[in-house]
């Protein structure tokens, strides 16, 4: 089994950033890939990045060229690096790990973490 614990959520402004961090424990095979995504309230979980053990990176359409993903092996952390931030960006951010990149860029993912909410103010 697989625990995720998010960090980092808040508030900032539009154009700021904030950086999540998601720090995982148990058989490190079960989180070879970490990634994020985002929900508001009546919308599905939006997929926005994973990282591979490896170093692998996908993103979602939405935060290509803002958000930056990023993982310390040695701390079994995942990191959300999110810039340019913008009021639509305003949700809860959730944590995700699985075996396979494949099944947390395109959903379900093994593991959720708890959540984190962000809010940007305009």
């Known amino acids: 089994q697989v625990q995720l614990v998010e960090s980092g959520g808040g508030l900032a402004q539009a154009g700021g950033s904030l950086r999540l961090s998601c720090a995982a424990s148990?058989?490190?095979?079960?989180?070879?890939?970490m990634g994020w995504y985002r929900q508001t309230p009546g919308q599905q979980r939006e997929f926005l990045a994973v990282?591979?053990?490896?170093?692998?990176?996908n993103y979602g359409d939405s935060v290509k060229g803002r958000f930056t993903i990023s993982r310390d092996n040695a701390k079994n952390t995942a990191y959300l690096q999110m810039n340019a931030l913008k009021p639509e960006d305003t949700a809860v951010y959730y944590c995700?790990?699985?075996?396979?990149?494949?099944?947390?860029?395109?959903?379900?993912?093994?593991?959720w973490g708890q959540g984190t909410q962000v809010t940007v103010s305009s």
């Open positions: 148990g058989p490190f095979f079960l989180f070879n890939a």
């Open positions: 995700a790990a699985d075996p396979r990149i494949n099944d947390v860029v395109h959903g379900p993912p093994q593991y």
């Open positions: 990282v591979h053990r490896g170093g692998s990176t």
